[in-house]
């Protein structure tokens, strides 16, 4: 088995010569916006995304097994531990076909829950248990455009990791209609 790092990168061709330089070998496999390594020591499988300006270095993090047999060993393992939360089968990803097991690590945190404490809460009073503002603002006491201020702040917070981790198509009044992952965050 090896480590899997998944990178985006805003210009897939200075980073192919930079990784070529740096573990002194060539891409196994090159696309358009794609490029992975498959460098034999220190064991590790490199992969790139051109996904120029995304907010997030770190595409995915993963364990690549060389034999399929260990699917589902591993797969019980991890059931077994109470972390598994995700089988794909025959998954078409990174020009490959395979099969995948997903793990979401405790620092592998929702976008909300990546916002600084004040907004995170003030968001989750308001848009998510559906509480009114002047009540969510007496409950943290606060004053009701301190409550305001928060919620408006943490919305846009929000909607900025959002976009940094997804590519976000929206309607005529700002709604989101259409999201393109380009990494598990969203």
């Excluded at 270095?57 to 060389?66: D, K, M, Q, S, Y």
């Excluded at 991890?78 to 979401?104: F, N, P, V």
Aim: proline content about 5%; charged content about 30%.
């Amino acid at each position: 088995m090896r480590i899997q790092l998944a990178l985006n990168i805003d210009n897939l061709d200075e980073a192919i010569a930079y990784y070529s330089k740096l573990f002194d070998a060539q891409p196994h496999k090159v696309r358009d916006g794609y490029a992975n390594f498959s460098i034999q020591s220190p064991p590790l499988k490199l992969v790139l995304f051109e996904n120029p300006g995304s907010r997030e270095r770190l595409n995915h993090l993963g364990v690549e097994v060389f034999d399929p047999q260990q699917i589902p060993a591993t797969a019980q393992r991890l059931s077994d531990a109470g972390i598994l939360d995700e089988i794909e089968r025959d998954d078409t990803c990174c020009h490959a076909t395979q099969d995948k097991l997903w793990s979401k690590a405790p620092d592998d945190l929702a976008l909300i829950d990546a916002l600084p404490a004040r907004y995170q809460e003030a968001v989750r009073l308001v848009d998510i248990d559906g509480i009114p503002q002047e009540e969510a603002a007496r409950r943290v006491g606060l004053s009701l455009s301190g409550m305001k201020s928060r919620v408006q702040r943490g919305r846009l917070k929000l909607k900025q990791r959002l976009i940094g981790c997804c590519s976000v198509e929206l309607d005529k009044r700002g709604r989101i209609i259409d999201y393109v992952s380009q990494s598990r965050c969203c």
